[in-house]
């Protein structure tokens, strides 16, 4: 996974890189998976400072791609093998 970050201006001038929202989200599900740490969500939501309702969005969106992604190479198999006939 690509590091991504963003450039963030702080009050008194400095710039700094910041850990993008996605990047953050996914640490946050890779803690909770790794360690199985389910009950301390909220906790790591608020840690990372992205938003609970964000991140079980993010993990929503991921399911349906996942799913979506799965029939369409169960479709490519369906096509070549009509194809190849």
Known sequence: M????KQVFLRNGEARQALSTS?????INRTIRQYNMKGLTRHLC????????????LLSAKDTRQLKEE???RDLLLIKNHIDR
């Open 2 to 5: 690509p590091l991504m970050t």
């Open 23 to 27: 990047l953050r989200f996914e640490l």
């Open 46 to 57: 608020s840690l990372a400072k992205v938003s609970v309702s964000g991140y079980y969005r």
């Open 71 to 73: 029939a369409d190479e």
